[in-house]
């Protein structure tokens, strides 16, 4: 969300914008009476909004004065690629800008070894999934997200020793894929990416919220004010690494130590304990049938790691004291972990902290990589400071040549944005 400063100033045709997303204002009459501004101004504004695509304008005007006409974000403004990079997985999908998904390929993983080659297959993999959009010629693509299971450094856009892409310290995909498709590119860690698509399709009034990501690696997002968390250079929410004290289930993490929330309770670390103790071969134990027929060394071990996971979380509730826990990833599935985790959490957590508190599981578990990495483009697509750019850009093409299509400077993106300056924005024909 972007807050909008309150008083009397000029009120941009971008502020007006988020007035309509943030549906504070929906006609030009509400808008005159939130914004003070005079009617004529408004017109102006919202002309400049329509006519560059940003708004649609319904109804009509009745046969007796007029019937208030709604104003409404243009969400077939053009399409958002959405890219979640997996430890296993690939997965490729389109939003429209309103965040609708309108398709996602999952592919299974190619040689992660190389990222060059990676982020060659991943540009082709993109070109292709974007020309097999059956969408209109005006659709065209506005960026691109990215969710990957690594530490980002946000104020370089490099990833930071990713343990599970080793090889890829220091790798900065989104000027690899914004080079190759002239639109910004938002790259960020997949539990802070998950906890913005969970909070934007579902939650998009609370406050504060923590996303806990229980997949193979552990991981949290964390939305404060409305707002993802990300510290001082995106750091922030690396949870796997909490120091739990469990004997038993003891392993080693890449960082060197022996007692990691993720290397002893992780889905990865479950699997090799119930390999070890002689269910499923490792690596592919299904939890949940596990449980289900109520194995007890499952049932055990998935107790403990809900127990361990939950007083983490319990802690972490402590210092945030947020309104609500989404827990996602694939061990969210696993009715008798997500029991424990919830038992201990509560125990952990101060009366005032505990108190008011929900826990849920994610509602789109599968897709929140995706959506998340959507919306982290689409808010900086349909930012007040773009679109106002974009507005000045449009005007001044307008004005000196009759070419159908549009160029943008990224050159004002933050700074974990790869930028290309003047990139064309389309690449589709218009
Ligand atoms: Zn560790």
């Not at 989104?174 to 639109?183: D, E, H, N």
């Not at 890449?254 to 070890?276: K, M, N, P, V, Y």
């Not at 943008?408 to 990139?423: E, L, R």
Request: proline content about 4%; aromatic content about 4%.
């Amino acid at each position: 969300m972007i807050h909008l400063v309150k008083g009397p100033h000029a009120w941009t045709a971008g502020e007006l914008l988020q007035v309509v997303r943030q549906r504070r204002a929906t006609s030009r009459s509400k808008m005159a009476a939130l914004t003070g501004l005079s009617p004529s101004t408004i017109a102006a504004r919202v002309e400049s909004l329509l006519s560059a695509g940003y708004l649609l304008e319904d109804g009509e005007q009745s046969g007796r004065g007029r019937k208030p006409r709604t104003l409404s974000v243009n969400a077939d403004l053009g399409v958002v690629a959405a890219v979640d990079i997996g430890s296993r997985h690939t997965r490729i999908g389109f939003t429209d800008l309103a965040g609708t998904l309108l398709g996602v390929v999952e592919y299974s993983a190619p040689d992660r070894g190389d990222a060059a080659t990676y982020l060659e297959w991943l540009t082709q993999r993109i070109q292709s999934g974007a020309a097999a959009l059956d969408h209109p010629s005006h659709r065209a693509l506005r960026g691109i997200g990215v969710s990957i299971a690594s530490p980002v450094d946000r104020t370089t856009g490099k990833l930071i020793h990713p343990m599970h892409l080793p090889g890829w310290n220091s790798i900065d995909p989104a000027q690899t894929l914004s080079s190759a498709f002239g639109v910004p590119v938002v790259v960020d860690n997949d539990a802070t990416v998950m906890a913005l698509g969970e909070h934007r399709m579902h939650y998009p009034r609370v406050a504060n919220m923590l996303y806990i990501k229980l997949g193979s690696a552990i991981g949290c997002g964390i939305v404060i004010g409305g707002e993802l968390y990300g510290g001082r250079s995106g750091g922030a929410g690396e949870i796997g690494h909490i120091p739990v004290d469990a004997p038993n289930y003891r392993r080693r993490c890449q960082c060197g130590r022996d007692t990691c929330l993720e290397a002893c309770f992780g889905g990865a670390a479950i699997s090799e304990h119930l390999a070890i103790r002689g269910q499923g071969s490792e690596g592919d134990a299904d939890f949940a049938a596990l449980a289900a027929a109520r194995n007890p060394v499952a049932l055990e071990v998935l107790r403990d790691a809900g127990t361990h996971i939950g007083d983490a979380i319990g802690t972490l509730c402590n210092v945030f004291n947020p309104e609500l826990v989404v827990i996602g990833g694939k061990l969210s599935q696993v009715e008798q972990l997500t029991h424990a985790l919830r038992a201990s959490l509560y125990a952990r957590a101060l009366p005032l902290n505990a108190r008011d508190l929900e826990v849920v599981v994610s509602k789109n578990a599968a897709d929140a990589s995706i959506l998340g990495a959507a919306w982290q483009v689409i808010d900086l697509v349909l930012s007040t400071e773009l679109v106002n750019q974009d507005l000045a850009d449009y005007a001044e093409t307008f004005d000196s040549t009759s070419s159908s299509t549009r160029r943008i400077d990224w050159s004002t993106a933050p700074a974990s944005t790869a930028s290309s300056p003047s990139a064309e924005i389309r690449i589709s024909g218009g």
